[in-house]
Each structure stands twice: as structure tokens, then as C-alpha cells.
């Protein structure tokens, strides 16, 4: 009963989170394709910098785009999880939040050691990557201690 409820609680977190994401992405990528500059709340960073960098597209296509797809995928596999309630498709959700997190690894030494500027938005997304991945951590072991309890 326990671990039901902490399942339950991890997968609204999950779903909140990969909304989070999916929204940060996606005004990152419409910043990108309007042309707008990304407002910098902290001075010391330099958001646009980040943004409209050489680091900021992949053959074209802005990186946050495959955010967005990312963190849709993330969030459509929740749902379908929650009207299913299938664990198969939880446990694969879990496993590729693997991508977010060493993308966000990846993103955080490009800003820090190569760019050395900082965008907000990216810091957001790269902690909700993270965050993610320690989520799908727990998952995957509450999802096991349920089974070995039932």
C-alpha cells in the first residue's frame, strides 16, 4: 500500500515536471524561430549569448526543438501510463530520461567551459532533465519493490 502511494505521488511529480520542461523548451524554440531575444532575469548571464550561439542548432534546428520533442514524449508516456496503468511503459519513460540527462550534461559544460555565458531557460530545462532522471531512478526501484511485494 505504501509504496502504491509513493508511485503515485512520483508519477504526478514526473508528469509536472515533464510539463515544465515541455513548456520551457517549447518558448525557447519559439524565441528561436520569432527571433526574439530571451529576457536574462540575472545581468551576469548572457541568455542570448546561449541562444542564438553556434551551440544553439543542430544543422538548422534549434536544440531546443528536441527538447521539446523529448520532454513530449516524456509527458505523453505518463499519461498514457496513468490511463493504462501499464509499468512497461513507466519503466521505458524512466529509462530514456538516460537522454535528458546527458544531454543537460553536455549543454551545462558547453555554457560553463566553452560559451561561458549562462541562459536561465537552459539552466531551467537542464535541472528538469536532471530532476527527471532521479525521478525515473526512484521509479524504476518503487516499481520493482512493488512487484516484489505483491
Avoid at 25 to 43: N, Q, W
Wanted: glycine share 4%.
Amino acid at each position: 500500500m505504501h509504496s502504491r502511494r509513493l508511485l503515485n505521488w512520483l508519477v504526478a511529480i514526473f508528469l509536472v515536471l515533464s510539463f515544465i520542461g515541455f513548456a520551457d523548451a517549447s518558448f525557447l524554440t519559439i524565441s528561436h524561430y520569432t527571433t526574439k531575444s530571451v529576457p536574462c532575469v540575472i545581468s551576469s548571464f548572457d541568455c542570448n549569448k546561449v541562444t542564438s550561439g553556434p551551440y544553439s542548432t543542430i544543422l538548422g534546428i534549434p536544440v531546443a526543438l528536441f527538447g521539446v520533442g523529448y520532454y513530449l514524449i516524456l509527458f505523453v508516456m505518463t499519461l498514457a501510463y496513468l490511463d493504462r496503468r501499464y509499468q512497461k511503459i513507466l519503466l521505458w519513460a524512466s529509462r530514456f530520461t538516460i537522454v535528458g540527462l546527458i544531454m543537460s550534461l553536455w549543454f551545462i559544460f558547453l555554457m560553463a567551459f566553452i560559451i561561458k555565458a549562462f541562459c536561465l531557460f537552459c539552466l531551467v530545462s537542464a535541472f528538469t532533465s536532471i530532476a527527471l532522471f532521479i525521478l525515473g531512478l526512484c521509479l524504476v526501484r518503487t516499481l520493482r519493490l512493488e512487484q516484489v511485494s505483491s
